[in-house]
Nanobody, 129 residues
Framework: EVQLVESGGGLVQAGGSLRLSCAASGFTFDDYTISWFRQAPGKEREGVSCISGNGDSTYTENSVKGRFTLSSDNAKNTVYLQMNSLKPEDSAVYYC??????????????????????WGKGTLVTVSS
């Protein structure tokens, strides 16, 4: 059974940090690109960042670039989203999702244009002002 389990969300003051984790199981982690999305109340879901299974391709959207950093521990089948200098507008439910890494394609394209195969249930991040 495929599972993506997010953790690490919570309440933090503006300027603070959180580290989200996405633990994957049930598929070959190295063959998939893991992406993070977020959805705030009343807003559309947006892509945040992604990393290919072998780590060769990473991408972070401009809205969080310089503040959010993505990394992976393939031994643990886990991807981490380090979020620093958090702002109230970063408040959202954060989801991780997986799609097979596409040969010749970057994770940016997967993040932006592909329908994910698997989704986690999300973790709530609330940033107070």
């Amino acid at each position: 059974e495929v599972q993506l389990v997010e953790s690490g969300g919570g309440l933090v003051q503006a300027g603070g940090s959180l580290r989200l984790s996405c633990a994957a199981s049930g598929f070959t982690f190295d063959d998939y690109t893991i992406s993070w999305f977020r959805q705030a109340p009343g807003k559309e879901r947006e892509g945040v960042s992604c990393i290919s299974g072998n780590g060769d391709s990473t991408y972070t959207e401009n809205s969080v670039k310089g503040r959010f950093t993505l990394s992976s521990d393939n031994a643990k089948n886990t991807v981490y989203l380090q979020m620093n200098s958090l702002k109230p507008e970063d408040s959202a439910v954060y989801y991780c999702a997986a799609y097979p890494t596409v040969s010749g394609s970057t994770c940016r394209r997967i993040l932006r244009y592909y329908a994910m195969d698997y989704w986690g249930k999300g973790t709530l991040v609330t940033v107070s002002s």
